[in-house]
């Protein structure tokens, strides 16, 4: 498994804008599919973004397509979530995760990914 960390998470005004980096470990980090997931108080953890260990193919809950952007960097071990126009329903605790996949598949769904960060706090005040 791949060791994640996340960062970049704040309190950010509505329409304001945020970049959370997640920095991975381990020697096959580019063997890895990714993605992002966010977990609000008293909901489940929900699909954000996730992108193929190649970075060509990525997929978006409908609730961010647009505004939100999936990247990767493999020589740095980084996966990125570029966050615009943020809403106060973006409210959340986001979390980076990783599988193993394949330079085409990405994943959706929490119980498909079994690497885990610990999660950053995405605050967006109205």
């Known amino acids: 498994q791949v060791q994640l960390v996340e960062s970049g998470g704040g309190l950010v005004q509505a329409g304001g804008s945020l970049r959370l980096s997640c920095a991975g470990s381990g020697p096959t980090f580019s063997n890895y599919a990714m993605g992002w997931f966010r977990q609000a108080p008293g909901k489940e953890r929900e699909f954000v973004a996730a992108?193929?260990?190649?970075?060509?193919?990525?997929d978006y809950a409908d609730s961010v397509k647009g505004r939100f952007t999936i990247s990767r960097d493999n020589a740095k071990k980084m996966v990125y979530l570029k966050m615009i126009s943020l809403k106060p329903e973006d409210t959340a605790v986001y979390y980076c995760?990783?599988?193993?996949?394949?330079?085409?598949?990405?994943?959706?769904?929490?119980?498909?990914?079994?690497?885990w960060g610990q999660g950053t706090q995405v605050t967006v005040s109205s």
């Open positions: 992108i193929s260990q190649s970075g060509v193919f990525t």
């Open positions: 995760a990783a599988r193993e996949g394949t330079y085409y598949t990405y994943y959706t769904k929490n119980n498909e990914y079994d690497s």
